[in-house]
């Protein structure tokens, strides 16, 4: 309850969230996201796996959540052939920012580890044919402990758009699963009505998998691609327990998927250090799926 609303806000000690629902698209508008993109499922680089939440950048400076770590791995995408072969989104993931906003209310960059700040990182992409992505979360903070967007959304896609960002990943810690059908939709219209295209990847259903369906069909109107299941971690257990888990095919989720709308099965660990050369074959072959 309570997204950048006021009404929201004032109303949601005594509203039930279904009737939120309700009042969040009339407030916004009933469309469900229409932004043009990911057509075919987008490819690009997540930093999370490798790198998780590494602020050492003393001791690993090419190895900490900084703009050198997103400058090389570009460098190295366009290189290598990535870019030419279709994985041009960078993406940014948890701990990038301060933890505190400013006196605006607005996210802010790490000055140390992000001293050029964000803008200039989206340039830096974008004059080699690469998009950057970045990070935030539905609840009050990200899972990090970060500052989140709950109350700050529309405030947040207009920061995101300003700085250039082609891409959002919004998690859902320091939440409930009850604001999220309300929650992430708003998100995604906010977004839109920054007039940038922006992708729009929510883990909406990777909180509620577990403990029931999520309403795919919702968030198919809501998200370009989504969060189905659990973290995946660098080792064949955990990839062998996703491929079982999309194999249930548990409520239908195959049909729901196209252009526009994909399931997201977590990041491909290819090239990390858990999998043996037949299974990262295994799971790239299988991600392709």
Not at 18 to 33: D, N, R
Not at 127 to 148: E, V
Not at 264 to 278: A, C, H, T
Request: charged letters at 20%; one cysteine or more; a negative charge.
């Amino acid at each position: 309850a309570g997204f950048c609303c006021k009404i929201c806000v004032n109303l949601n000690k005594i509203m039930s969230a279904s009737v939120l629902v309700v009042l969040a698209l009339a407030v916004l508008g009933a469309h469900a996201l229409d932004n043009g993109l990911a057509r075919t499922p987008p490819m690009g680089w997540l930093s999370w796996q490798r790198y998780r939440c590494n602020l050492d950048c003393k001791n690993q400076p090419d190895e900490c959540i900084s703009e050198n770590l997103y400058k090389a791995m570009a460098d190295k995408m366009v290189s290598d052939g990535y870019r030419d072969a279709g994985y041009v989104y960078v993406n940014i993931d948890d701990c990038w920012p301060l933890k505190d906003r400013d006196s605006n209310g607005s996210l802010v960059a790490d000055p140390d580890r992000f001293p050029s700040g964000i803008p200039a990182l989206a340039d830096y992409m974008h004059s080699r044919g690469l998009k950057l992505g970045i990070y935030s979360d539905m609840g009050t903070k990200t899972c990090g402990g970060y500052p989140g967007s709950k109350f700050y959304m529309e405030q947040d896609a207009n920061t995101f758009a300003k700085w250039g960002i082609d891409s959002l990943k919004l998690d859902g810690c320091y939440s409930t699963t009850d604001d999220f059908a309300a929650g992430y939709p708003i998100m995604g219209q906010y977004m839109n009505r920054t007039g940038r295209p922006m992708l729009y990847s929510c883990s909406w259903p990777a909180y509620e998998s577990q403990k029931e369906t999520p309403p795919y069909q919702m968030i198919a109107k809501s998200c370009n691609l989504w969060r189905n299941y659990d973290d995946i971690s660098d080792s064949w257990a955990s990839v062998s327990n996703i491929m079982d888990w999309f194999g249930k095919d548990q409520g239908n989720l195959s049909d729901i998927a196209g252009p526009g709308a994909w399931n997201d099965p977590d990041m491909i660990i290819v090239g990390d250090f858990g999998l043996s050369y037949e299974e990262e074959r295994t799971q790239m072959a299988s991600w392709a799926i």
